[in-house]
T-cell receptor, first 110, second 111 residues
Framework: DGGITQSPKYLFRKEGQNVTLSCEQN?????MYWYRQDPGQGLRLIYY???????QKGDIAEGYSVSREKKESFPLTVTSAQKNPTAFYLCASSFGNIQYFGAGTRLSVL | QKEVEQNSGPLSVPEGAIASLNCTYSDRVSQSFFWYRQYSGKSPELIMSIYSNGDKEDGRFTAQLNKASQYVSLLIRDSQPSDSATYLCAVNVKGAQKLVFGQGTRLTINP
């Protein structure tokens, strides 16, 4: 099956802990994105990558980090510096300007 | 002014009627416009894209673009309860392969 796989579906973070959200795609798309969605809100861009080994900050990058070592993978780390991490995190990849989304990861704080 | 603005709703429409969703954007050089549907607790799915002025129809959905007035709209004909969802408008940023999303309009179709 072609698509974008995010894991885990649910994640809990303890105070002071870093957690990593996985995003894998087999669509052969060059560009990948991470968004954060808070209840009743739209999507806010955290980081994006247009090519392997390169990525750019989005609008709310503080407290997050990413890597893009392989075309298929774009993991997001939520660091302890992100004081309000509870949200729905969405990964996307794009063909041209059309973005396709994974199923998302819900992150909560214990 | 937000880059992409939508009325958050909720917008309530009777079953079988036409639902009209609107979106305005601030960047005059934007060239690509998208409507995504997001069911509660799920991820967004693309339902329409539009690139030139005028109307684009796909089944019960019609996207309308007016670049001079900087708005894009989505019409849903013969609304069904399954159309109840949040609709997100997205606009590309010229020179960067990224989109800016509006906050979404929550649509409820009443049987």
């Amino acid at each position: 099956d072609g698509g974008i796989t995010q894991s885990p579906k649910y994640l809990f973070r303890k105070e002071g802990q870093n957690v990593t959200l996985s995003c894998e795609q087999n669509l052969n798309h060059d560009a990948m994105y991470w968004y954060r969605q808070d209840p009743g809100q739209g999507l806010r861009l955290i980081y994006y990558s247009q090519i392997v080994n390169d990525f750019q900050k989005g609008d709310i990058a503080e407290g997050y980090s990413v890597s893009r070592e392989k075309k298929e993978s774009f993991p997001l780390t939520v660091t302890s510096a992100q004081k309000n991490p509870t949200a729905f995190y969405l990964c996307a990849s794009s063909f041209g300007n059309i973005q396709y989304f994974g199923a998302g990861t819900r992150l909560s704080v214990l | 002014q937000k880059e992409v603005e939508q009325n958050s709703g909720p917008l309530s429409v009777p079953e079988g009627a036409i639902a009209s969703l609107n979106c305005t954007y601030s960047d005059r050089v934007s060239q690509s416009f998208f409507w995504y549907r997001q069911y509660s607790g799920k991820s967004p799915e693309l339902i329409m894209s539009i690139y030139s002025n005028g109307d684009k129809e796909d089944g019960r959905f019609t996207a309308q673009l007016n670049k001079a007035s900087q708005y894009v709209s989505l019409l849903i004909r013969d609304s069904q309860p399954s159309d109840s969802a949040t609709y997100l408008c997205a606009v590309n940023v010229k020179g960067a392969q990224k989109l800016v999303f509006g906050q979404g309009t929550r649509l409820t179709i009443n049987p």
